[in-house]
């Protein structure tokens, strides 16, 4: 079975060359060997931006747009969009019951967040919760894999307390004991005795031998006797775990090697920092961004010779250029045997080269609609069919299906 992988992303913007390498085009990657699910986190946008509706309003669609545009296929990849999905609520707030407040005071985005945009309020109550809303996106889809950026791994490591701690509250009831009883009879009285004494010792020590033997021992059983079932499996290990059945999976982290592009002027690009070049600037647009970069702030005349490592061209000529271009910048910029214009123009062109199919695919999507939201009412549609699910089982394990 395919592994699930789920992110999402906040409608707040045109999307920039940053966003694209630094995520998208990873998310291109994985959906040839992922089931994968992408969405727009209207909801998380609204943590941030809840005074600017006509932000979030605009950039829906052409958001999806971007996606498709840089090679996300809706026939292999699920996109939706999260507020039409009112089960990630109902998690939320499910959720939200048992998660102690420590748990998101502690997340480290939330005072660098609050004292990084000083010009917003965020002393609300959603902006404190929003990494349980995202624990409630990733969990309502038992995602395996989350791609996000180093910024977001602790929300990631919330996401796994909670539903650990959710399991393990959970996970035991309805039966559970009884189940693992009846699967256990079905292993020969040595690999009982063999179960409980790796469970008995997993259990008192957290041994990680104990526990691979354990887990050994179950998947041989899955695969020599007949009509064992992935249930049993889930069971038995729930039970080795200590934990009780895992009806919210613990997800992973992803953090994919990537080329940081940083901004015009070598900070981080951003759209509000006024730095960004955009995955739909005219070519023209991109020629002028460019040649107006920062560049080595040592090199005031043509005939100063330059150092690449304190130029944000270079971090540009890493992504876009081959060892040939990146020899012929670096002798060209140290000796002063190029001019800064001269360097730009390769990463000109690679751009321009990089956005030709971007803006054919853009442009036939902004000319149909419908046909957008088709797609996005498609994944939407496959979206809810796993969360519901999820919801069922969940409300069940907390006594909620009366
Ligand atoms: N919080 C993420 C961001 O700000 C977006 C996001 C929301 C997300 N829910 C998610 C990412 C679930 C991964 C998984 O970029
Ligand atoms: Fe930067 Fe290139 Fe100019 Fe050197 S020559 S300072 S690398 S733009």
Known sequence: MRSRVLSGMRPTGALHLGHYHGALK???????????????????????????????????????????????????????????????????????????????ERVPTYKDQIDKLKDRDLATYGFLGYPLLQAADILIYKANYVPVGEDQSSHVELTREVARRFNHLYGRLGGFEAQVAAALARLSKDDQRYYEKQRKAFGETGSAEAWGKGEALVKRAAAAIEGWSEGDTELLLGHLRGSGRAILVEPQALHTEVLRLPGLDGTKMSKSYGNAVLMRDAPAEVEKKIRGMTTDPARVRRTDPGDPEKCPVWQFHKVYSDEATRDWVVRGCTTAGIGCLDCKQPVIDAIVREQQPWRERAAALTADPKKVHWIVEMGTERARTVARQTMKDVREAMGLNY
Request: charged residues 25%.
């Open 26 to 104: 990873n998310w291109v990657r994985l959906q040839e060997q992922h089931d994968c699910f992408y969405f727009v986190a209207d909801w998380h946008a609204l943590t941030t931006h809840y005074e600017e509706r006509e932000v979030i309003e605009k950039n829906v669609y052409e958001m999806v747009i971007d996606w498709i545009a840089a090679g996300l296929d809706p026939d292999k990849s699920t996109i939706f969009i999260q507020s039409r999905l009112p089960e990630h609520a109902e998690l939320f707030t499910l959720l939200a019951m048992g998660t102690p407040l420590g748990w998101l």
